[in-house]
């Protein structure tokens, strides 16, 4: 990873942006295979290259990144849950993370719910959205979106702020466009339904600009951060 590479992502990210009309995106680096090491490199460029900035990692399985979140005990960093989570890693999910972007199954908001610490702020919690009806994507249906955003409100101990989905990878630009669109429609529904709600994670490191452009407010990087992955 270089700080080169940090700061071309966060100048596409302002530039995308900018030519939206909306407010700075949120990066997610996704440390997925990186280490501890690595990912505190990166989150001291970051801090140099935006001070006062919270760096916020993403990771992808619950066991890896335990051992990440200890190492990295008390660097400020906020740590996102962005994998599929299995219902019997709920619970050491609940106390490890700040946010879980994959919550996409009532069984799932009840075990956060149940888990999270008295003494954490409530979790923030995505409905992830299986926007392209992939078999081999997790992701719950656009139209269960509202039972359980209904769901996720009603419980203390979690805070729902909004939507994530994983796009199929089209090579076509326009069939891209039409899933952030759809998405973008998804959360400007449930936003009126919630007016807590203020996240839409959507874009990794090859679209990230496009989504932004049809409303992404957290984009998902990682390999235009560390390169590909080995």
Known sequence: MSSGRLERVLRDIENASRDAGRPCAR???????RDAAELAAL??????????????FGENYVQEA???????????????????LQSNKATQAAALFDWVQSVDRLKLVDALAAARPADRAPLSVLVQV??????????CAPGDVPALA???????????R??????????D????????????????????RHPGVDTLSMGMSADFAEAIAEG???VRVGTALFGART
């Open 66 to 84: 335990a051992a990440k979140i200890a190492a990295l005990e008390g660097a400020g960093i906020e740590w996102h849950l962005i994998g599929h």
């Open 173 to 192: 630009a326009g069939a891209r466009r039409a899933a952030f669109v759809a998405m973008r429609g998804l959360f400007d529904t449930l936003a009126a």
């Open 150 to 160: 209904d769901a996720i409100a009603a419980r203390p101990r979690l805070a729902l």
């Open 130 to 139: 299986n926007i392209d009806d992939e078999d081999s994507k997790h992701g």
């Open 162 to 171: 909004g939507l994530m989905a994983i796009p199929a990878p089209r090579p």
């Open 216 to 218: 992404a407010t957290m």
């Open 27 to 33: 990066l997610v680096a996704v440390g997925k295979t």
């Open 43 to 56: 989150a001291a460029d970051w801090a140099r290259a935006k001070p006062g900035v919270v760096p916020a």
